[in-house]
């Protein structure tokens, strides 16, 4: 067996900690995902005249202090802004219409204004299109790549390819579960990065290793 | 003849960045419009039709008599006269307490899910509120978008129901698949055919009931009768399941039933979708081989007209071959709504894409002098190449297809970036291709996925490659090799 060098065991010991650490946290705490996919509930008012997304956001972060808020232009006249929040009180909802009130000039009354529960979109739900594409995607190229550098061992290739695949979408999971980025729009492009990115490392790798032993043949 | 070569090389280049970032603008009436394809944006970018659908809360007035059996036809009968009849009136909810329930909710979700899928619509967000039962359903605006949630709320119940005593013969448990079919005739034009298809139960059940509602003879009179309320539907009572314009019979048939004066009684089934009169028919034959075909309006030449009866039939075959919604829903909110993500964030993240490559075709410069200068030349020319691209092939750019740009930009900065640095371009390619080959595979396979983010991202990454391999193998290798030249 090859000797392994200190700084490949370093890596390693690293990748295993974050990997561990970021399982306990999804046990716990659970992943944080994007209010866009939380229970959520949303407030609609319509202002009777255009407004600047910028101009709502000010009076939302002064309402609904340090919390997601989402501002969403209803219908195209832009004149009707939907607000969601992971939770609205009475209160927080009198104080947004009279600030809206104040700078919009509507006479919007608090008892009139609903609020609509906005359901949580589920993980699996948001996951499941995409398990399909990765699955094929990943047996051809597990394919390919053992047949391309079958000099380096079938076997040996097709499990350090499926390891290193899963060891770096697992780090990824890891560090959002640890960083606490949101689930939501940018989990899958980051994916997509982390698939392409290991894919790339490991056919450069191989690459080096099957010019190697070409060199070993020929001697 | 090399500086003419340079120059013009990069005039072509100039030319094709100002046309790709600025466009080319021609005179409309009276005013200037670009006539350079837009970008289309996914729904995650540009915004969505929201739907929400609530349970229906209204209840159904039903008239019984004094057996307690419903009685009919009873819109036009006043209090008084219900009270003199001995009638009661009842009042139903649409949805009762037992069906509201969560197992029913999460029915009614993937009979939507379902429906959405057959109508050929794979992005879509579908949300279900279990406490109230409430759905919502999140699909992209286009031309399809108010047919499709005309479809959603739809309870899909299909029945055969003797018309007289309203005995309900066979319902959706016996379909098993309704296609739409097309006929084509060279004078009367295309006729759409509902073709109903019922499963093995179904089969023996139609059998049966084809040779009990039977036809004795033919008269004028039964042609006449033949026209249903439903937008010129007929029955065609076909015997070849695969030819939509076989032979049929559109004769209004009887089953046997002595009248006083020794006339025969018509019977009759109807079909009914929704409780509403689907077609009222008979059958000249019995039906063996479980097929059931019908023909939608009449043959049509107009191609608006075809597509119309054809969209229609389109509807019903999908509500049809999902099951029936357990629970009756209502759409209380139906509205567009934009995406959290704003123009200004949009055109913050060009910028800062803008920015970047700027300062890493600063570095090519610094790195190669001259032959870098010609290597950001040509690194501009690709990325406004391949922005024309993406709108020419149609892609719907998601935060996926961007990404998808961005890795094609980084690709091509670091095969620029080594045909710069040495001479043998051929095992440069060969290199970069064969290290990149997995990615290649992917974009390809991505290209077939439904999934319109992931399909966008393939198309994005397909074109991207083809690009990097044509336009560096003319472009970049033409002016590295005409500068290479110039200094030997």
């Not at chain 1, 994916?191 to 290793?209: A, D, H, Q, R």
């Not at chain 2, 159904?60 to 009919?72: C, R, S």
């Not at chain 2, 108010?146 to 129901?161: A, L, Q």
């Not at chain 2, 309320?229 to 015997?239: D, P, S, V």
Request: charge should be negative.
């Amino acid at each position: 067996m090859k000797n392994i060098s200190k700084k490949t065991k370093i890596i390693a010991l690293l990748v295993a900690i974050i990997i561990i650490a970021g399982i306990i946290i999804i046990l716990t705490k659970g992943l944080n995902f994007e209010l866009k996919y939380e229970t959520a509930q949303k407030i609609q008012l319509y202002l009777a005249k255009e407004f600047n997304i910028s101009d709502i956001k000010k009076i939302t972060d002064e309402i609904f202090p340090n919390q997601d808020v989402i501002i969403q232009t209803v219908e195209i006249f832009n004149e009707t802004v939907g607000i969601t929040v992971n939770n609205i009180t009475d209160e927080q909802k009198s104080n947004l219409i009279t600030k809206i009130n104040e700078k919009y000039g509507t006479e919007l009354q608090a008892d009139e204004i609903e609020i609509t529960n906005i359901p949580h979109t589920r993980g699996r739900d948001l996951i499941k299109p995409y398990i399909t594409p990765f699955v094929v995607v990943t047996i051809i190229i597990l394919i390919y790549l053992a047949i391309r550098y079958k000099k380096l061992g079938i076997l040996r290739t097709t499990a350090l390819v499926a390891f290193c695949i899963a060891i770096a979408q697992m780090l990824l999971l890891s560090i959002m579960a640890i960083t606490r980025i949101p689930i939501g729009r940018i989990t899958i492009p980051l994916v997509l990065i982390v698939y392409m990115l290991s894919l790339m490392g490991i056919t450069t790798n191989f690459e080096k290793k099957l010019k190697e032993k070409n060199k070993e043949e020929e001697i | 003849m090399k500086k003419i070569k340079i120059l013009t090389i990069i005039l072509a280049i100039v030319l094709i960045t100002m046309v790709s970032f600025f466009g080319v603008y021609t005179q409309v009436q009276n005013r200037m419009e670009n006539q350079i394809k837009q970008y289309s944006y996914a729904m995650d970018i540009e915004g969505t039709r929201s739907v929400r659908l609530a349970l229906n809360d209204e209840t159904n007035t039903i008239i019984k008599d004094a057996q307690g059996n419903e009685v009919e036809d009873t819109e036009e009968l006043t209090d008084e006269q219900i009270q003199e009849k001995g009638y009661t009136k009842e009042e139903i909810p649409v949805n009762s307490e037992e069906v509201k329930k969560v197992e029913n909710y999460k029915k009614s979700k993937e009979i939507i899910e379902k429906r959405l899928k057959l109508q050929g619509l794979d992005n879509y967000i579908i949300k279900l509120e279990e406490n109230t039962g409430d759905i919502i359903v999140e699909i992209k605006e286009n031309a399809q978008t108010d047919s499709i949630i005309s479809n959603i709320n739809t309870v899909g119940k299909f029945e055969v129901i003797d018309s007289e005593t309203k005995e309900v013969l066979m319902n959706n448990n016996d379909l098993k698949e309704v296609k739409v079919m097309y006929g084509v005739d060279g004078t009367s034009g295309t006729t759409i055919y509902l073709n109903m298809e019922f499963d093995k139960e179904g089969t023996k059940k139609l059998k049966e009931i084809t040779s009990t509602y039977k036809t004795i003879e033919e008269t004028e009179e039964n042609e006449n009768a033949e026209e249903t309320e439903n937008e010129n539907i007929e029955e065609t009572n076909t015997t070849n399941s695969t030819n939509a314009t076989n032979e049929t019979s559109t004769e209004t048939t009887e089953e046997v039933e002595e009248l006083k004066d020794g006339t025969e009684k018509e019977k009759q089934v109807t079909i009914k979708i929704d409780d509403s009169e689907f077609t009222t028919t008979s059958f000249k034959k019995p039906v063996e081989n479980g097929i059931l075909q019908f023909s939608m309006g009449s043959s049509s030449t107009d191609l608006d007209s075809v597509n119309e009866t054809a969209g229609r039939a389109t509807r019903i075959a999908t509500i049809l071959n999902c099951e029936a919604m357990p629970v009756r829903y209502e759409i209380e909110e139906n509205q567009y709504i934009y995406s959290d993500i704003t123009n200004e964030q949009l055109q913050m993240a060009e910028y800062i894409a803008l920015g970047v490559i700027a300062l890493a075709l600063i570095v090519l410069i610094i790195r190669y002098k001259l032959l870098g200068i010609l290597g950001a030349v040509s690194y501009v020319g690709f990325t406004s190449l391949l922005m024309l691209i993406v709108r020419y092939t149609n892609i719907v750019l998601s935060i996926e297809g961007f990404i998808g740009i961005v890795a094609i930009l980084i690709l091509n900065y670091i095969l620029v970036n080594k045909l710069l640095k040495q001479d043998n371009q051929n095992e440069i390619y060969k290199d970069f291709f064969i290290k990149t080959l997995p990615i290649i595979i992917l974009s390809i396979v991505f290209c077939f996925i439904v999934w319109e983010p992931i399909s966008n991202f393939g198309m994005v990454m397909f074109w991207g490659f083809f690009l990097i391999a044509i336009y560096n193998m003319i472009i970049t290798n033409s002016l590295v090799k005409i500068k290479a030249g110039k200094e030997k």
